[in-house]
């Protein structure tokens, strides 16, 4: 394994360059934006199933169907639109998934039945998902990877807050005959807003840009080679890459974002637009566990360099399966408990992106990085997400969602924390590796000049 104690003295001014990239925060802040409408989008129809089901006489098991097919679309999906990316801009991109999805979630809310509905929700799903991953890829190349917890933290912050506070309005619109329409088109006409912003706003730094081996070098995008099939492929070779995969399969606090509605409508008894209340502390509670998590992974990569972003991920694991038990295995008759539980199982959820976003970033070359955030957010978590609400959504008709939460939300959670042990082993020595490649790549750009 190639290593080295000091860098180079002609790397200087790429760090310098790679430290400070222009523009960075306000990409940030915009996209931040385009992902607030994947956010909002993947909790829209839980917050409004309860008035949906009203309608058109569903059950739980509808709203698994539901949230299964917008997430298993995405696996599809992400890569088609990270692939896009690569021939039409990240930037164009971003502005054909937002467009066209809010189309479709538009369509959605003129649905008259159940198959409608589902139809246009699923395609609204596909058309959105491809936000997530590209937006990834941007901030990776927007930040270097001392940075790259804290922009995590305030990217997926600041996206939650914004949301949470988006879904409980949109949730009033229940009191109306057929209310869950203009929940619909609210969604929708968001969609189309933020698809004018990113293409006013957004300046995409290219790939590589915060990389201190590349960028000070011209033309560093075509020192890259080209994305192909087989080296998508090669991900998988790649073991922290196969472990966090992994990983994403096991992440049952994924389910909360589903379910939880419906568990404090149906077991709990509380209506529709009390129940939607929890949504505002879960949402502060995910901006706390992003923004003070971000900081907290860079202190610790000061102490334990390569291993302390690890230790913190398995703690927020353990967090969250501590709180989830308390919070759901008890009946409390006041909705304020569980919103105090629900900030607490945000705060456990919401450390998670500033560790393993970057974790996922460091171990990826730098032009693969897009298809690595497609595999990681819209293959991995989509299917376990969809694995989990068709099970659920099955289970709880004869189990009960409290049984099902004790399952998914306490014990996975532990056995997800013990599988990012191994990270401990191989973490380090993959990170060294697309170091060297990097480093490489510079000697020989340097060598034809």
Same mark, same amino acid.
């Given at each position: 394994?190639?290593?080295?104690?000091?860098? !180079?003295?002609?790397?200087?001014?790429?760090?310098?360059?790679?430290?400070?990239? !222009?523009?960075?925060?306000?990409?940030?802040?915009?996209?931040?934006?385009?992902?607030?409408? *994947?956010?909002?989008?993947?909790?829209?129809?839980?917050?409004?199933?309860?008035?949906?089901?009203?309608?058109?006489?569903?059950?739980?098991?509808?709203?698994?169907?539901?949230?299964?097919? $917008?997430? @298993?679309?995405?696996?599809? =999906?992400? !890569?088609?639109?990270?692939?896009?990316? %690569?021939?039409?801009?990240?930037?164009?991109?971003?502005?054909?998934?937002?467009?066209? %999805?809010?189309?479709?979630?538009?369509?959605?809310?003129?649905?008259?039945?159940?198959?409608? #509905?589902?139809?246009?929700?699923?395609?609204?799903?596909?058309?959105?998902?491809?936000?997530?991953?590209?937006?990834?890829?941007?901030?990776?190349?927007?930040?270097?990877?001392?940075?790259?917890?804290?922009?995590?933290?305030?990217?997926?912050?600041?996206?939650?807050?914004?949301?949470?506070?988006?879904?409980?309005?949109?949730?009033?619109?229940?009191?109306?005959? *057929?209310?869950?329409?203009?929940?619909?088109?609210?969604? %929708?006409?968001?969609?189309?807003?933020?698809?004018?912003?990113?293409?006013?706003?957004?300046?995409?730094? +290219?790939?590589?840009?915060? /990389?201190?081996?590349?960028?000070?070098?011209?033309?560093?995008?075509?020192? =890259?080679?080209?994305?192909?099939?087989?080296?998508?492929?090669?991900?998988?070779?790649?073991?922290?890459?196969?472990?966090?995969?992994?990983?994403?399969?096991?992440?049952?606090?994924? @389910?909360?974002?589903?379910? +939880?509605?419906?568990?404090?409508?149906? /077991?709990?008894?509380?209506?529709?637009?009390?129940?939607?209340?929890?949504?505002?502390?879960?949402?502060?509670?995910?901006?706390?566990?992003?923004?003070?998590?971000?900081? @907290?992974? =860079?202190?610790?990569?000061?102490?334990?360099?390569?291993?302390?972003?690890?230790?913190?991920?398995?703690?927020?694991?353990?967090?969250?399966?501590?709180?989830?038990?308390?919070?759901?295995? &008890?009946? &409390? *008759?006041?909705? $304020?408990? &569980?919103?105090?539980?629900?900030?607490?199982?945000?705060?456990?959820?919401?450390?998670?992106?500033?560790?393993?976003? !970057?974790?996922?970033?460091?171990?990826?070359?730098?032009?693969?990085?897009?298809?690595?955030?497609?595999?990681? @957010?819209?293959?991995?978590?989509?299917?376990?997400?969809?694995?989990?609400?068709?099970?659920?959504?099955?289970?709880?008709?004869?189990? $009960?969602?409290?049984?099902?939460?004790?399952?998914? #939300?306490?014990?996975?959670?532990?056995?997800?924390?013990?599988?990012?042990?191994?990270? &401990?082993?191989?973490?380090?020595?993959?990170?060294?590796?697309?170091?060297?490649?990097?480093?490489?790549?510079?000697? /020989?750009?340097?060598?034809? *000049?």
């Amino acid at each position: 394994m190639a290593t080295q104690t000091t860098p !180079p003295s002609d790397t200087v001014e790429g760090a310098v360059k790679a430290h400070k990239v !222009p523009h960075r925060w306000s990409n940030l802040a915009v996209l931040t934006g385009v992902t607030v409408v *994947d956010n909002t989008e993947a909790g829209l129809s839980a917050t409004l199933f309860p008035t949906i089901a009203a309608a058109l006489k569903l059950q739980s098991s509808h709203l698994g169907l539901l949230a299964a097919l $917008g997430k @298993l679309v995405a696996v599809p =999906a992400g !890569p088609a639109w990270a692939w896009l990316a %690569g021939k039409i801009g990240r930037r164009n991109a971003l502005i054909a998934t937002t467009l066209t %999805g809010g189309a479709f979630g538009i369509a959605a809310g003129f649905s008259q039945d159940f198959v409608q #509905l589902l139809i246009f929700n699923t395609l609204m799903s596909a058309a959105i998902i491809g936000g997530s991953p590209i937006a990834n890829a941007i901030i990776a190349d927007s930040f270097d990877d001392s940075l790259r917890g804290r922009a995590a933290g305030y990217f997926y912050g600041f996206m939650s807050l914004i949301s949470s506070f988006i879904a409980p309005l949109i949730a009033l619109f229940t009191g109306f005959t *057929d209310g869950w329409r203009y929940g619909m088109w609210t969604i %929708g006409g968001i969609c189309i807003l933020a698809g004018l912003l990113v293409a006013l706003l957004l300046k995409d730094p +290219g790939v590589g840009a915060s /990389e201190k081996q590349l960028a000070d070098l011209k033309g560093r995008e075509q020192l =890259a080679p080209k994305v192909t099939a087989r080296s998508v492929l090669s991900l998988f070779r790649i073991p922290s890459f196969s472990v966090m995969m992994l990983s994403r399969l096991l992440s049952g606090h994924l @389910l909360i974002t589903i379910f +939880g509605i419906q568990f404090l409508v149906v /077991e709990r008894g509380f209506t529709n637009a009390v129940a939607a209340i929890v949504l505002v502390p879960f949402g502060l509670g995910y901006f706390a566990g992003t923004v003070g998590g971000g900081w @907290l992974v =860079a202190v610790l990569d000061r102490v334990l360099p390569d291993r302390g972003r690890i230790a913190y991920l398995q703690g927020a694991q353990i967090l969250f399966a501590a709180v989830a038990f308390f919070a759901t295995q &008890y009946d &409390y *008759d006041n909705i $304020g408990i &569980y919103g105090a539980f629900w900030a607490l199982l945000g705060f456990a959820q919401g450390a998670n992106p500033p560790a393993n976003r !970057p974790i996922v970033a460091g171990v990826v070359l730098p032009e693969l990085r897009g298809q690595a955030f497609a595999i990681f @957010l819209t293959v991995f978590e989509t299917i376990g997400w969809a694995v989990f609400s068709l099970g659920a959504g099955a289970l709880a008709s004869t189990l $009960g969602i409290q049984t099902v939460f004790l399952w998914t #939300l306490v014990i996975l959670m532990l056995v997800n924390a013990a599988v990012l042990t191994i990270l &401990y082993f191989c973490y380090p020595r993959d990170v060294a590796r697309v170091s060297a490649t990097l480093e490489q790549r510079r000697q /020989e750009a340097l060598d034809q *000049d």
